[in-house]
Nanobody, 121 residues
């Protein structure tokens, strides 16, 4: 079965940096887009940054210039470098991959379990 496992979350002071990683594993044929979302309790999940197979990366306005998404296709891994962190970046960060498997042959969305990022002094 397909698994997405995030890592790299934690507690950081305002102005600090964190790097999140997300590894996709399992019977994967191909991965289309890989995307980071975040969610604050009581609010809807919001897109943070996306890295499509074709086309350019895209960021939420609130993180432009501070966050950078990158991708290692050979490792089925996507990263999110987060700099100049603010308290409002505190959330659970989720990895999403739109991919096809040997069993389905069609693109479906898969999610990681989430990793907590807390920005606080």
């Amino acid at each position: 079965q397909v698994q997405l496992v995030e890592s790299g979350g934690g507690l950081v002071q305002p102005g600090g940096s964190l790097r999140l990683s997300c590894l996709a594993s399992g019977p994967i044929v191909s991965i289309n887009a890989m995307t980071w979302y975040r969610q604050i309790p009581g609010k809807e999940r919001e897109l943070v940054a996306t890295f499509p197979t074709r086309g350019s990366t895209n960021y939420a306005d609130s993180v432009k210039g501070r966050f950078t998404i990158s991708r290692d296709n050979a490792k089925n891994t996507v990263y999110l470098q987060m700099n100049s962190l603010k308290s409002e970046d505190t959330a659970v960060y989720y990895c999403n991959a739109r991919l096809s498997t040997y069993y389905t042959g069609v693109l479906n969305d898969y999610w990681g379990q989430g990793t907590q990022v807390t920005v606080s002094s």
